[in-house]
């Protein structure tokens, strides 16, 4: 996911879009860590995607309240 279409920076859009921005990219870090079996960050990045993803959920499950 890349900047908004005026030019910004990623996740100036705001606080859905800077996090699915950082969850976009940690994906691709763990990725990375897996394949040069650097396990502690390979796990840290797991979490750090976890608590990304899962503060996504939530905002949009308040969305649909």
Known sequence: MA???RGEEPG???VDEAVA???EQ???LRKLAERHKL???HYLLGM???EADEHL???SK???S
């Open 3 to 5: 900047g908004g279409s």
């Open 12 to 14: 100036e859009g705001g």
């Open 21 to 23: 921005f950082i969850a």
């Open 26 to 28: 940690v994906g691709a």
């Open 39 to 41: 396990d502690v960050l």
């Open 48 to 50: 750090t995607k976890l």
């Open 57 to 59: 959920r939530l905002r």
């Open 62 to 64: 308040r969305k649909l």
